[in-house]
């Protein structure tokens, strides 16, 4: 599965959430550890889901850059 992901910075440190998967979230003190810590989280929130047998969502969020004059 391909799931949407939002990566922020906030000054200190990263953070993530993926919108698709409400309550999955991650930090991180780079890009690349926040990157590595939501696909940890995603593949630990579906292990969960699975386990309490819960549906598992189906990733429908779409990501699109729109440009505008600064």
Request: with cysteine.
């Amino acid at each position: 599965m391909r799931y949407a992901v939002v990566i922020e910075h906030g000054g200190a440190n990263y953070s993530a959430f993926v919108p698709d998967l409400p309550g999955c979230v991650a930090t991180g003190a780079s890009l690349e550890e926040t990157e590595r810590s939501i696909r940890d989280a995603i593949e630990f929130h579906l292990a969960g889901l699975r386990e309490d047998g819960l549906p598992i969502p189906q990733p429908s969020s779409t990501i699109e850059y729109v440009e505008v004059a600064a």
